[in-house]
Structure formats: C-alpha cells, structure tokens
C-alpha cells in the first residue's frame, strides 16, 4: 500500500494517508530519516492537524519544513513548540537557524543562545550562534568598512568633491 489512501475508508477517495495519527507520524519521520522531507511534511502537517497539541508531531514537521526549505514555516513549527515549552532546547536552536534562513540574525542569535544556554556542550548550537552573531557583527561593520571588490562593497556616490 502507497503513502497516501486513495479512499478515505468510506470509498470516498479523499486522498487521506491511511492508519491513523501515530502511523503518519511514524511514517512521516521514515521519510524525513529518508531524505524525503517534503513528503514528510504532507504526512505530518496532516498529523499536525490532527494532533494539534503533540510537541513530538510539531517537532518533526518543523525538521520536515525546515529540511524542504520551508523556512517560514518552519520558524512558525519551532516557535510553537518552544512557547509550549520553553525549556525545549531544539525548539530554541530550530527557531533560531531558522530565523538565520530568513535574514533575521537577530532573532537568531537570540534562541541560539538560549539553545547553547540550556545545552553549553552541544557544539551544533555553539557553531550555529558564532555564525550568527559573526554575520551580525559584519552587519555592523565590527571588521572595519569594506574594501572595493569585497562581497557587499558600495561605491561611494559620484557627485562633487569635497574641499
């Protein structure tokens, strides 16, 4: 038998995945150890749905989402994971790379550092917050400004010169 049901068990073929919640879960996680993370998503977003309040089911659609490039998505999975649960330190750490995809370091370095506070050994966590705050801190020209030909570099505008 396929990922998806052809029959909603009715006969009504409604495309819904067969078993119930535990076994998209189950199925969904497969797919994402696979390497399938966007048809880990349908399976979990569907489980999701079911189980709204399951932080297990939440967490791996959120890897799902973040392994598809679904990083809105999964900032949004994350998030909700680690506000039911503030001490979940890989909610923290997911929030925060996630964040990074989207161009918001400094959300960013934010539950980075609470993911490396609450797990000061994992250097996963340590690697992802030094990335951040380093991106942060060229933002913020802390290595000197930029010379031509650099990455990023701007021009000075052309107009009169100063006396």
């Known amino acids: 038998m396929g990922q998806l049901e052809h029959e ?6 409604g495309g819904v995945p067969g078993g119930g919640v535990y ?3 189950r199925r969904g996680v497969r797919l994402l150890e696979e390497k399938h993370p966007a048809a ?9 749905e079911a189980e709204p309040g399951s932080g297990s089911i939440r967490e791996a659609l ?3 989402q973040f392994d598809a490039g679904q990083y809105g998505q999964a900032l949004a999975s994350f998030r909700a994971v680690a506000e039911a649960d503030p ?18 370091f400094e959300t960013s370095a934010e539950h980075l550092a609470l993911a490396v506070a609450m797990q000061p ?7 992802a917050l030094r990335q951040t705050r380093a991106t942060l801190a060229a933002r913020a020209g ?9 990455p990023g570099y701007l021009a000075p505008p052309e107009g009169p010169a100063a006396p």
């Open 40 to 48: 880990a998503v349908q399976l979990l977003a569907r489980a999701a």
């Open 8 to 13: 909603d068990g009715n006969g009504n073929g």
């Open 142 to 150: 802390a290595y000197g400004p930029l010379l031509p030909g650099a």
């Open 121 to 127: 050994g994992n250097r996963h966590y340590q690697a």
């Open 62 to 64: 959120a890897r799902a």
């Open 87 to 104: 001490s979940d330190d890989y909610a923290q750490f997911g929030w925060g790379v996630s964040a990074a995809r989207l161009g918001d």
């Open 23 to 25: 076994d998209w879960y």
